[in-house]
């Protein structure tokens, strides 16, 4: 008899209360029944399952620690626990999610109005409204702090916007996009909420991608789209808030990171205990458990760092650094154990079947969206230095 396969080693489910034991087992057992069936199809063909936008709304956990307007008013390590059993089983349902619940309903929900927030966060908590966030343009990625081109600029008319925003996830299906633009007058940076139906909007989908294949992302153009002031979110009036909200959805980043690690590791060790060679369990043999053991090591550090900092989080006591230290180590930390759990698993490891190919891959696009290494490092060097390394 072999001990079950545990990748919470040292009980951080532990520390959960019963009810948000609760729901950490609902989500699983949602993410193994209702999604993990589709994953590898829609992956391989680049789509999106769009028959389970219902079925999340139904679940209602978007928008999770938002009090009030229909959302669920839960803790930021529940927000956590729930991206990484998302990402356990697929890292681009994760970042779906994440980027409605997180960004798009975040920004609404830390910097629009009342009226705002009353019109758009119950419906997309149910899922009835999806969202997208277009910081990103095709020249500015991680200089997006003081290098925004697309502009607004108000008018008798409204805020007219114009230029490009690439890589926006969801942005080819979604009904509103939280547009992220400098204001040609005062030069701060102003955010809207662009609704889908307005002229001078397109938007082309991203083809090609190797990693993240069921996120649809797109390529967006505005050309002289005007927003009417009520769509501006007036509590957006300059870059740091929207760090503000970056600061937020970065942990529940490194909380995907461990889901994805958690994913590779559990393959891993289930294959190795069932694939034979030389007569016996790949698993029974040193070097096999060396890997499987550094893969756990990893894991566990991991699962403890996020833990601490959903607990900073809670307490109100999150910074910057804080999110990209995490953000850093724990993408950094699932690229090795993505990469030891392929290599156990010999010439299957590359075989989409066997899940651990398409956790490689996505591992690599965690690691470098919301802020690359690089730039996450910068942010804690700045922190301890007292320094800047930025330009
Ligand atoms: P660049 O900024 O061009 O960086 C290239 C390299 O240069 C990196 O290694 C970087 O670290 C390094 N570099 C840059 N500046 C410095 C410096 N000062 N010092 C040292 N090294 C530096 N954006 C959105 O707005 N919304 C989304 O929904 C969204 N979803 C995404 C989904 C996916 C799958 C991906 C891949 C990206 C997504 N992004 C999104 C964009 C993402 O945030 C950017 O890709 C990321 O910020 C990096 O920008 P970049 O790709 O332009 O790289």
């Not at 697929?90 to 910097?111: E, H, K, N, R, W």
């Not at 007036?234 to 995907?256: C, E, I, Q, Y």
Request: with cysteine; net charge negative; glycine share 8%.
């Amino acid at each position: 008899e072999l001990p079950p396969i545990n990748p919470d080693f040292y009980e951080i489910s532990d520390r959960l209360n019963a009810a948000d034991s609760a729901l950490q087992l609902r989500v699983r057992q949602f993410m193994e029944t209702e999604v993990k069936p589709l994953v590898n199809h829609y992956w391989l063909r680049d789509e999106f399952p769009f028959e389970l936008i219902p079925k999340f709304g139904e679940l209602g956990l978007a928008g999770i620690t938002i009090n009030g307007y229909g959302c669920p008013n839960r803790s930021f390590l529940m927000e956590g626990i729930l991206a990484m059993e998302m990402a356990r089983v697929d890292a681009s349902i994760a970042t779906f999610f994440g980027v409605q619940s997180g960004l798009a309903m975040g920004s609404i929900y830390s910097c629009g109005s009342d009226e705002q927030k009353q019109e758009w966060l119950p419906a997309m908590n149910k899922m009835e409204k999806i969202g997208a966030f277009g910081l990103t343009e095709p020249e500015v990625g991680s200089g997006a702090a003081g290098g925004l081109t697309t502009t607004c600029k108000q008018t008798a008319d409204g805020w007219v916007l114009n230029g490009q925003k690439k890589w926006i996830g969801n942005a080819t299906f979604a009904d509103l996009i939280i547009i992220w633009a400098r204001d040609l007058d005062d030069h701060q940076v102003k955010g809207f909420i662009l609704r889908k139906d307005t002229p001078g909007f397109s938007v082309e989908k991203i083809k090609g991608k190797m990693a993240l294949r069921i996120v649809q992302n797109g390529l967006i153009t505005l050309t002289d789209c005007v927003v009417e002031e009520k769509d501006r979110l007036p509590h957006a009036n300059s870059f740091k808030d929207t760090a503000n909200v970056l600061r937020m959805t970065r942990a529940g980043v490194a909380w995907m990171a461990v889901g994805c690690a958690q994913g590779a590791y559990i393959s891993a060790l289930d294959y190795t205990r069932k694939r034979k060679q030389f007569g016996k369990p790949i698993a029974s043999f040193q070097l096999i458990q060396n890997h499987l053991v550094e893969m756990l090591s990893n894991l566990t550090a991991m699962q403890t760092l996020v833990y601490r900092l959903s607990e900073l989080q809670d307490a109100g006591k999150l910074k910057d650094e804080h999110a990209s230290l995490a953000k850093v180590f724990c993408s950094l930390r699932t690229r090795d154990i993505v990469s030891q759990a392929r290599e156990v698993m010999g010439g299957n490891g590359i075989l989409l079947e066997h899940d651990v190919a398409r956790f490689v891959a996505d591992a690599e696009a965690i690691y470098s969206y919301e802020g690359t290494k690089e730039i996450n490092t910068l942010i804690v060097g700045r922190a301890i230095t007292g320094m800047s390394a930025f330009v």
